[in-house]
Protein backbone atom coordinates (compact mmCIF):
# COMPACT_ATOMS: atom_id res chain seq x y z
CA UNK A 1 0.00 0.00 0.00
CA UNK A 2 0.89 3.33 -0.13
CA UNK A 3 3.30 5.28 1.92
CA UNK A 4 0.81 7.76 4.38
CA UNK A 5 3.81 9.47 5.95
CA UNK A 6 2.82 12.93 7.28
CA UNK A 7 4.18 16.24 6.28
CA UNK A 8 7.40 16.81 8.80
CA UNK A 9 6.88 20.39 8.92
CA UNK A 10 5.47 21.32 12.65
CA UNK A 11 1.63 21.63 12.98
CA UNK A 12 1.10 20.19 9.44
CA UNK A 13 -1.18 16.55 9.11
CA UNK A 14 -1.28 17.07 5.47
CA UNK A 15 0.56 13.80 3.30
CA UNK A 16 3.95 14.30 2.26
CA UNK A 17 4.97 13.72 -1.66
CA UNK A 18 7.77 11.32 -2.24
CA UNK A 19 11.31 12.13 -2.48
CA UNK A 20 14.06 11.16 -4.69
CA UNK A 21 17.65 9.95 -3.77
CA UNK A 22 20.47 11.62 -5.61
CA UNK A 23 20.25 8.68 -8.40
CA UNK A 24 16.64 9.46 -8.65
CA UNK A 25 15.54 6.37 -7.07
CA UNK A 26 12.24 6.53 -4.93
CA UNK A 27 13.39 7.23 -1.39
CA UNK A 28 11.41 5.46 2.05
CA UNK A 29 10.06 7.34 4.68
CA UNK A 30 8.16 10.74 5.61
CA UNK A 31 9.12 14.30 3.78
CA UNK A 32 7.26 17.34 3.41
CA UNK A 33 3.75 17.82 1.54
CA UNK A 34 3.24 20.38 -1.50
CA UNK A 35 3.14 23.47 0.32
CA UNK A 36 6.20 22.93 2.61
CA UNK A 37 8.45 21.64 -0.14
CA UNK A 38 11.82 23.94 -0.20
CA UNK A 39 11.96 23.92 -3.91
CA UNK A 40 8.80 23.18 -6.12
CA UNK A 41 10.07 22.84 -9.38
CA UNK A 42 12.45 20.95 -8.45
CA UNK A 43 10.15 18.20 -6.91
CA UNK A 44 8.06 18.24 -10.13
CA UNK A 45 11.20 18.02 -12.18
CA UNK A 46 12.04 14.72 -10.21
CA UNK A 47 8.59 13.42 -10.01
CA UNK A 48 8.04 13.80 -14.15
CA UNK A 49 11.88 12.24 -14.57
CA UNK A 50 11.09 9.39 -12.30
CA UNK A 51 7.35 8.44 -14.03
CA UNK A 52 8.59 8.51 -17.32
CA UNK A 53 11.93 6.39 -16.78
CA UNK A 54 10.01 3.79 -14.93
CA UNK A 55 7.48 1.43 -16.26
CA UNK A 56 6.67 0.32 -12.67
CA UNK A 57 5.88 2.48 -9.79
CA UNK A 58 5.27 1.13 -6.55
CA UNK A 59 4.21 3.09 -3.52
CA UNK A 60 4.56 6.79 -5.01
CA UNK A 61 2.82 9.31 -2.96
CA UNK A 62 2.49 12.69 -5.51
CA UNK A 63 -0.73 14.16 -3.18
CA UNK A 64 -1.60 17.51 -4.53
CA UNK A 65 0.60 18.22 -7.47
CA UNK A 66 -0.51 19.60 -10.91
CA UNK A 67 0.56 17.10 -13.65
CA UNK A 68 0.06 18.18 -17.31
CA UNK A 69 0.96 17.14 -20.92
CA UNK A 70 2.70 13.20 -19.93
CA UNK A 71 2.14 10.18 -21.27
CA UNK A 72 1.96 7.45 -18.80
CA UNK A 73 1.04 4.64 -21.58
CA UNK A 74 2.14 1.07 -20.11
CA UNK A 75 2.97 2.38 -17.04
CA UNK A 76 2.44 -0.25 -13.93
CA UNK A 77 1.22 1.44 -10.72
CA UNK A 78 0.53 -0.41 -7.54
CA UNK A 79 -0.53 1.59 -3.62
CA UNK A 80 0.19 4.62 -5.46
CA UNK A 81 -1.20 7.75 -3.44
CA UNK A 82 -2.84 10.78 -6.71
CA UNK A 83 -4.99 12.64 -3.97
CA UNK A 84 -5.78 16.11 -4.63
CA UNK A 85 -4.09 15.89 -8.14
CA UNK A 86 -4.98 18.01 -11.19
CA UNK A 87 -4.59 16.18 -14.05
CA UNK A 88 -4.17 17.91 -17.41
CA UNK A 89 -3.80 16.64 -20.95
CA UNK A 90 -2.38 13.35 -19.71
CA UNK A 91 -2.54 9.66 -21.79
CA UNK A 92 -2.42 6.67 -20.40
CA UNK A 93 -3.33 4.19 -22.43
CA UNK A 94 -2.75 0.40 -21.73
CA UNK A 95 -2.42 1.29 -17.45
CA UNK A 96 -1.97 -1.07 -15.12
CA UNK A 97 -3.33 0.09 -11.67
CA UNK A 98 -4.19 -1.71 -8.23
CA UNK A 99 -4.95 -0.57 -4.99
CA UNK A 100 -4.36 3.14 -5.99
CA UNK A 101 -5.89 6.51 -4.27
CA UNK A 102 -7.20 9.14 -6.61
CA UNK A 103 -9.40 10.76 -4.19
CA UNK A 104 -11.05 14.34 -4.69
CA UNK A 105 -8.48 14.68 -7.97
CA UNK A 106 -9.67 16.45 -10.97
CA UNK A 107 -9.18 15.00 -14.84
CA UNK A 108 -9.26 17.70 -17.63
CA UNK A 109 -8.77 15.97 -21.56
CA UNK A 110 -7.55 13.14 -20.08
CA UNK A 111 -7.81 9.26 -21.57
CA UNK A 112 -7.11 5.83 -20.14
CA UNK A 113 -7.76 3.79 -23.30
CA UNK A 114 -7.75 0.25 -23.16
CA UNK A 115 -6.17 -0.21 -19.21
CA UNK A 116 -6.95 -2.26 -16.58
CA UNK A 117 -7.63 -0.62 -12.94
CA UNK A 118 -8.69 -2.43 -10.21
CA UNK A 119 -9.80 -1.86 -6.28
CA UNK A 120 -8.45 1.65 -6.89
CA UNK A 121 -10.31 4.69 -5.60
CA UNK A 122 -11.46 7.67 -7.06
CA UNK A 123 -14.36 8.78 -4.70
CA UNK A 124 -15.20 12.90 -4.99
CA UNK A 125 -13.34 13.66 -8.10
CA UNK A 126 -14.32 15.39 -11.06
CA UNK A 127 -14.35 13.84 -14.80
CA UNK A 128 -14.22 16.52 -17.71
CA UNK A 129 -13.57 15.29 -21.02
CA UNK A 130 -12.03 11.76 -19.72
CA UNK A 131 -12.00 8.78 -21.37
CA UNK A 132 -12.20 5.56 -19.89
CA UNK A 133 -13.47 3.59 -22.32
CA UNK A 134 -12.33 -0.25 -23.58
CA UNK A 135 -10.91 -0.87 -20.03
CA UNK A 136 -11.24 -3.33 -17.47
CA UNK A 137 -12.55 -0.88 -14.54
CA UNK A 138 -13.45 -3.61 -11.67
CA UNK A 139 -13.97 -3.04 -7.74
CA UNK A 140 -13.16 0.25 -8.33
CA UNK A 141 -14.46 3.21 -5.94
CA UNK A 142 -15.75 5.96 -7.76
CA UNK A 143 -18.78 7.62 -4.97
CA UNK A 144 -19.58 11.37 -5.21
CA UNK A 145 -17.43 11.43 -8.84
CA UNK A 146 -18.87 14.22 -11.23
CA UNK A 147 -18.31 13.09 -15.12
CA UNK A 148 -19.58 15.58 -17.75
CA UNK A 149 -18.88 14.23 -21.22
CA UNK A 150 -17.11 11.17 -20.62
CA UNK A 151 -17.10 8.03 -21.96
CA UNK A 152 -16.84 4.60 -20.18
CA UNK A 153 -17.87 2.72 -23.52
CA UNK A 154 -16.76 -1.19 -23.78
CA UNK A 155 -15.54 -1.31 -20.70
CA UNK A 156 -16.45 -3.80 -17.95
CA UNK A 157 -17.43 -1.99 -14.31
CA UNK A 158 -18.06 -5.29 -12.41
CA UNK A 159 -18.61 -4.73 -9.08
CA UNK A 160 -17.45 -0.67 -9.18
CA UNK A 161 -19.32 1.99 -6.98
CA UNK A 162 -20.77 5.15 -8.34
CA UNK A 163 -22.98 5.97 -5.01
CA UNK A 164 -24.50 9.70 -5.33
CA UNK A 165 -22.48 10.33 -8.47
CA UNK A 166 -23.19 12.95 -10.73
CA UNK A 167 -22.96 11.78 -14.42
CA UNK A 168 -23.86 14.64 -17.02
CA UNK A 169 -23.82 13.86 -20.97
CA UNK A 170 -21.43 10.13 -20.06
CA UNK A 171 -21.66 7.21 -21.94
CA UNK A 172 -21.55 3.90 -20.73
CA UNK A 173 -22.44 1.92 -24.02
CA UNK A 174 -22.25 -1.75 -24.40
CA UNK A 175 -20.54 -1.88 -20.73
CA UNK A 176 -20.64 -5.09 -18.00
CA UNK A 177 -22.78 -3.14 -15.18
CA UNK A 178 -23.00 -6.26 -13.22
CA UNK A 179 -22.98 -5.58 -9.67
CA UNK A 180 -22.25 -2.04 -10.64
CA UNK A 181 -23.76 0.36 -7.92
CA UNK A 182 -25.50 3.41 -8.61
CA UNK A 183 -27.20 4.80 -5.56
CA UNK A 184 -28.90 7.44 -5.31
CA UNK A 185 -26.68 8.25 -8.18
CA UNK A 186 -27.67 11.75 -10.53
CA UNK A 187 -27.89 11.06 -14.78
CA UNK A 188 -28.32 13.02 -17.38
CA UNK A 189 -28.57 12.33 -20.74
CA UNK A 190 -25.97 9.39 -19.76
CA UNK A 191 -25.88 6.34 -22.83
CA UNK A 192 -26.52 2.60 -21.08
CA UNK A 193 -27.10 1.32 -25.23
CA UNK A 194 -26.07 -2.65 -25.08
CA UNK A 195 -25.33 -2.63 -21.64
CA UNK A 196 -26.76 -5.04 -19.19
CA UNK A 197 -28.33 -3.02 -17.12
CA UNK A 198 -30.64 -4.74 -15.34
CA UNK A 199 -27.95 -6.51 -13.61
CA UNK A 200 -27.01 -3.40 -12.01
CA UNK A 201 -28.04 -2.67 -8.55
CA UNK A 202 -29.67 1.14 -8.44
CA UNK A 203 -31.99 0.40 -5.81
CA UNK A 204 -31.29 -0.10 -1.81
CA UNK A 205 -34.97 -0.53 -1.16
CA UNK A 206 -35.70 -3.72 -3.88
CA UNK A 207 -31.75 -5.31 -3.20
CA UNK A 208 -31.23 -3.79 -6.74
CA UNK A 209 -31.07 -6.51 -9.58
CA UNK A 210 -34.00 -4.92 -11.57
CA UNK A 211 -34.00 -1.08 -12.96
CA UNK A 212 -34.47 0.29 -16.38
CA UNK A 213 -31.85 2.65 -17.17
CA UNK A 214 -33.38 3.06 -20.93
CA UNK A 215 -34.82 6.46 -19.57
CA UNK A 216 -32.27 9.25 -18.04
CA UNK A 217 -32.94 10.55 -15.24
CA UNK A 218 -33.13 14.19 -14.74
CA UNK A 219 -30.20 16.13 -13.48
CA UNK A 220 -32.91 18.73 -12.02
CA UNK A 221 -36.07 16.18 -10.94
CA UNK A 222 -33.24 14.39 -8.79
CA UNK A 223 -31.97 17.44 -6.98
CA UNK A 224 -35.14 19.07 -6.71
CA UNK A 225 -36.65 15.62 -4.75
CA UNK A 226 -33.31 15.62 -2.86
CA UNK A 227 -34.14 19.00 -1.33
Avoid: W
Avoid at 63 to 90: A, M, Y
Avoid at 143 to 168: E, H, M, P, V
Amino acid sequence: MYNLSICQHPGCTKHAISSFDADGNLMEGSGFCLEHQENIEETMRNFRNYVTTHDKIVGMSASGLTIHDIDLSGKKLFGCNFQHCIFTNVHASHLRARMCSLDFSTFTDCNILESNIQFTSFAGSRFVHLLHAGSDLIHNNYNGITAYQCSFDNSDLYNSRFIKAILINTSMANCNLKKTVFYESMRDSVSFKMSNTREALIDREKGGMMGDFGANYSLEEDMEAAL
